[in-house]
């Protein structure tokens, strides 16, 4: 199997694998030691080292072969680092030549726009002949007052020039200056690319949790590559969201058509796993968060789904089809439910409840009477109509009439409802303390919940004793929106929370004791992973380079300055201006400035913005930068910076060519003023083009913007703990934060929102890595700075207390020096958990988890997601 051009970054991205498929020497070749070499100085600074097979294959390789293969594989690592692009802000020589005074730069702007004209002195400088007319906009421009060798855009309106247009003239060099690199990633030759393509499709199809965009976008690369007899297929795909994918791409592809078909009745076993099929089949996604119109089905598909859903039990299938109600009636359009209703009785009753069929008169209303009457309990006959008896309605009245008996012997039924409503039921109960019916149903059915409800029901709970200020919710959709309301729920009794909070922590810690989990020598814990959020709605989360869970808390990358990137390609005939902001406020969510458009400079040059680029034509796109002096912020009183991306003229993400942010780490506020592009940019950008503005190298997240959105919050940096909270935001265009100075008290109360709500008792994955060695290990290893804290099990100690020792980091039984290369997990089975991933023993196997690459990725060990984590406790 060779390695194609869709296959090849999917592999690279997953399991940092390289396949050489380029020709062997040939007789009389020059030695590749040379060439070799210049590869590896390119590969280090990208952040990349080659392991010793991967070398090997590589000095073998002819000069030809060698410059080809190096060629493909710097290709794939700057296009993850979005090193492939152009990046010129407005001003070329930024920082240096941002100007101080812009609001003397828009008067010039101005008066240069009113007052111009072609065949009279500059209004500006009154230099005669020097005004000219710049393409593509014909704005007139005076070549004496405005220097083309520092402007990549039109000086009066900002939209990009065409780069043959005299006024742009080459920059004067630069010196580069040293930046501070990030961890090195061990890259290794891949052998075979079907086996590797397989492997890493049955991990995803093992997951637990709903899989992130980058995800579901690797799995139908990978299965279009997979064997087309469907012996590989997993007996189970735990998420149906996955397994929807999986069976509608299938279906789709000719290969694998006929054999997915017959699997499809025992596959999907709700009437959402069908609605999620026909999502798939129709070309949208199996999160049903789309609305394209339905595909039309081939007649035997068609038979298949109605005799799926007439199989169901009828009150779930009812209900079922009341949950996505217009789009089950599109779906009904091509499934012809009431064709041949005799053959499908129930499915044709449950789309009569939902399209309020009339059975007042012919032979379909008798039927459908006589089917109702055969479910009394999903089903009652109104009238002319037949209606349906749904379970969350009994729920919902019982909670409304203050019955909480009443409500927990519907909600015991299904677990995961129950937890979800575990706050609104204990604030039913009389005084807050759980009812006897409560307990029992708490005792009996947490052991069938999911582990989503289950760890979420325990972070919300934690804080309940505590009067609330603000709630926060996360609505369901493409990408994430929030929304706040005062919180006005009375506190729950500490012993209550206390109560339940043991209860839910018992039922995670035996899942991850029970005979059939993982067992380890020795675990390994970083202490930082008290800053990461068990992750949730990652179907929504932004494709990034580094996967940190949406509400995480992490230290910003070392380096004085954080340099904020904005990249994007409009689409042909569409004007698109975005535009990066930075809006500044005090330790109290004051709003006390910005950098921005407006404002290019803030204070003493804590913070200067590169220059507003109105338009981004391919193939270069447009690029803006705002650089944040970490030190001269703080000095300037500043507490919370929060970086926004906005669509200026209101054009959404999802219709752009290329759009993606992110930042990176520079070492001083002086160096990086030395730092300059050097030349315009040739076709296709490349390795010549990239300058020290945007090194690869420093890059710590890059993220692309994406969905039906106009404005996005990724993140807010807090200056005085050096720390950023990553927020993945979305915020409603309708409430017009196009400019920022316009709603900074708005901006202020959601930054403040989200602070409060991420930062106050979540539960976080070193809740869940402390439950997984506690629960996996007799002896965990604490890695804390400087130190190693090593706890050891008693005997006969029980695995919640000896939990509970090192989630609140009590006094351990041993202290040892921390050693990256030493003697903890060295030759044994272990389990790490870590947030840098540069704790590499020597000679182990088992799991680790890591959210920043570094010497771990080398050592043999099984990685694991976040979201692996989590569905351990499936």
Known sequence: MSVTSSLAPVLFRRLRTVYIDHAGPRPGDAPTDEGLVALEAELLDRGFVPTGPLRSALAWLGPTGLAEAGKDLLRLIDAELGADRTHMPLFRSFPVSVPDDTFGLYVDRVFTILLQWPDQPCVLCGTNGSVQAVSPCAHLVCRACWDGADY????????????ADPFLKPAPPARPVETPGGPLQPLTRGVDAAADAA???????????????????????????????????????????????????????????????PLLTERLTTATDVLRLLAVWSGGEADLLDERPFRSLP??????????????????????????????????????????YGRHPRAALAFAVLRATDTSAGPLGDALLRTAAEHPRAVRVDGNRIKANTWPGRVEQALAGRDPDAAVALLARRPGELLRRLDHVLRSCPGGVPSPALKRALESGLAKAGPGP?????????????????RVFFPRGQVTHSYTTDDTRAPLPSATVAEVCALLEREVLRRLGDGEAERYDIAVLDEALAGLAVPSAEGAAAKALVSVPRGSTQPLPAGAVLRMFLHWTEPAKTRVDLDLSVALFDADWEYVGLCDFTHLVYGKRAAVHSGDLTSAPAPHGATEYADLDLAGLSAAGVRFAMPIVFSFNNIPFEQLLDAFAGFMALPSADERDEVSEVSEVGEGGGRGARSARYDPR?????????????????????????????????????EGFHRVYRHSADLGRVGKDLHQYFTAGRTTLWDLAVWHASAGAPTVAVLREHEVWRYERGPGEDVALFAARIRTLAAPDAVEPADPQGPVGVGRRVFLALVEGDFAPVQASGTVYRLLPGPVDGCGLDQMTAGDLVAALG
Do not use: N
């Not at 289950?454 to 200020?469: D, F, I, M, N, W």
């Open 299 to 340: 007649r035997a598909l068609r038979r298949t789904l109605l005799t799926i859903l007439d199989g169901l039990d009828t009150a779930s299938l009812v209900e079922d089809l009341l949950r996505h109600p217009a789009r089950w009636k599109r779906a009904a359009e091509i499934l012809h439910p009431y064709e041949q």
């Open 698 to 734: 420093t890059v710590r997240q890059r993220y692309d913007l994406v969905g039906e959105s106009r404005i996005h919050v990724p993140m807010l940096v807090d200056l005085q703990r050096r720390t950023f909270l990553w927020t993945d935001l979305h915020l409603p265009s309708s």
């Open 454 to 470: 289950l760890l979420a029901s325990l972070g919300r709970l934690r804080t309940r004793h505590v009067p609330g200020e603000r």
């Open 199 to 261: 492997r890493a499709l049955q991990r995803l199809l093992a997951r637990r949790t709903p899989l992130p965009p980058q995800d579901r976008d690797d799995v139908k690369v990978l299965l279009a590559h997979a064997p087309p007899a469907l012996d590989w297929l997993p007996d189970a795909i735990p998420v149906r969201e996955t397994k929807a994918l999986v069976m509608g791409t299938l279906l789709l592809d000719r290969r694998t058509r006929e054999a997915a078909r």
């Open 152 to 163: 990549s855009g039109c000086p009066i309106c900002h939209r990009r020039t065409d780069p």
